[in-house]
């Protein structure tokens, strides 16, 4: 039986799903893709000026203006979440006494409980709202965007991009310390202007309506959005599909990218991702915080990509998390095992980092703004529209300078021989004995204390 299950392993680890998360990162196949879009762009904006002419100067430029952007969700909206949760049919519980047969009944119950009693989504949205927010038409989708900037004009602009299943929400600790350092046991030095977007499909953000928005053309929007913003010298922030997006802007290198950081790094070399693609073992001269690394990531492939399989493949089936306000939740949490266990913790009473109302903004927005399945699109979009390549956490060839912060419970803890090696200008590394996937929402301090650090070399450049 042991036999036939490694075999099956195998199989399933060849054909790619292995890393669900994304298929297509290699350096040949971003500049292909690259290149494809380039042309795209190219051959429209040869169209617009043969008739520009005809084209009404202030309509054209409505599309690319910076707009302020407000929102508002009902009462009967929110009425009807609470209603929802209150009315949910329950399964029986799972038939073991851990985590391995998915989101436990218990830790469901009591998030639903307090959802559907106490929890107010008022408070969370007057936080939000209390932030400049805007939007901006970029290649046919509107882009919704957080942007605060630091009263010390000196400050060092940066893009910060979340991830799945996160939102901007990810973002909100940050915002302070980093625009106001002087307030926060820093330095004018230390200050930051802040952009956050919002990903296409996720939160406020516009819904794609066609194949095509993928780390490779959100890379360049980014770009093209700091140009707008008038940012002609910045960096770039991100983990989860945030690292994706950092890193292929950092292999597109547009004009004013000084350098990067990930909280999720792409670091696992050739001979390691193939050991792991073939099932196993591990290469026999790993370090000890290699192998650690190397059995985080043999567990997660193994019992963690349930969400990511089913993402890559076939998000439209995922009705029930539209419809289930429960089904979302347990779909969101069901992420990774390490932070699993960290939210199911704060539902214990016993807050990390998080507490209850942090998890429940997040899930709230998602339902309010019905882009449980538009969010989704990305892994697809990312499996099926880039040519085929790396997985991704495989070294991509970055260039530019990189800062790494290394998360104890992360997915996996990426190693500093690792990051030493995938990155050619590794100007800062930090490992943390904490903090799950979620390190600027978790560890706010940790967070901020690393980007202070990380881009000193380059605030000159």
Not at 398 to 423: D, H, L, N
């Amino acid at each position: 039986m042991k036999e036939t299950d490694d075999r099956s392993r195998r199989r399933f680890l060849k054909t790619g799903s292995i890393l669900g998360l994304a298929a297509a990162f290699s350096p040949r196949a971003i500049a292909e893709a690259l290149t494809n879009s380039n042309s795209k762009t190219n051959q429209m904006e040869n169209t617009m000026t043969q008739a520009g002419a005809a084209l009404d100067s202030e309509q054209v430029a409505d599309k690319t203006a910076i707009r302020p952007f407000h929102w508002n969700f009902s009462d009967a909206e929110v009425t009807d979440l609470r209603r929802r949760v209150n009315a949910t049919r329950w399964p029986e519980r799972e038939q073991v006494a851990d985590a391995s047969q998915g989101v436990q009944l218990a830790t469901m119950q009591k998030l639903a409980r307090y959802w559907g009693t106490d929890y107010d989504w008022r408070k969370g949205e007057a936080r939000l709202k209390a932030l400049p927010h805007f939007v901006t038409e970029i290649d046919g989708l509107d882009i919704h965007f957080i942007h605060m900037r630091s009263k010390h004009e000196n400050a060092l602009p940066m893009i910060v991009t979340h991830g799945w299943p996160g939102s901007i929400i990810e973002q909100i600790k940050i915002i302070e310390p980093l625009t106001n350092p002087t307030a926060h046991g820093g330095t004018e030095a230390d200050a930051f202007h802040l952009v956050i977007p919002s990903l296409p499909g996720y939160g406020f953000s516009a819904k794609p309506t066609k194949p095509g928005w993928n780390p490779v053309s959100i890379a360049k929007a980014w770009a093209m959005l700091m140009q707008r913003l008038g940012y002609t010298k910045y960096v770039a922030q991100g983990g989860d599909w945030g690292n994706a997006v950092s890193e292929v802007m950092a292999l597109q290198q547009p004009p004013g990218l000084l350098g990067i950081h990930t909280n999720m790094a792409a670091t696992i070399p050739p001979d390691v991702s193939k050991a792991l693609n073939m099932g196993g073992p591990p290469p026999a001269d790993l370090s000890p915080d290699e192998k650690h690394a190397w059995d985080q990531v043999a567990d997660f492939y193994k019992n963690g990509l349930g969400y990511a399989n089913e993402m890559n493949n076939r998000p439209q089936t995922l009705y029930g998390i539209v419809d289930s306000p429960v089904g979302l939740a347990a779909w969101i949490l069901d992420h990774d095992i390490r932070s699993y266990q960290m939210i199911a913790r704060v539902f214990d009473g016993k807050p990390e980092g998080l507490n209850r109302d942090d998890v429940l903004d997040n899930i709230t927005l998602y339902w309010l703004t019905n882009t449980a399945i538009s969010s989704a699109r990305l892994y697809w979009d990312t499996r099926h529209t880039l040519p085929p390549g790396g997985g991704f956490f495989d070294v991509r060839g970055v260039k530019i300078p990189v800062a790494v912060s290394a998360f104890a419970e992360e997915i996996y803890q990426a190693p500093k021989s690792w990051a030493e090696k995938a990155y050619a200008k590794l100007i800062f590394y930090n490992a943390h004995d904490r903090g799950t996937h979620f390190a600027a929402w978790e560890q706010t301090e940790l967070f901020v204390a690393d980007m202070r650090a990380a881009f000193k070399s380059l605030r000159s450049g």
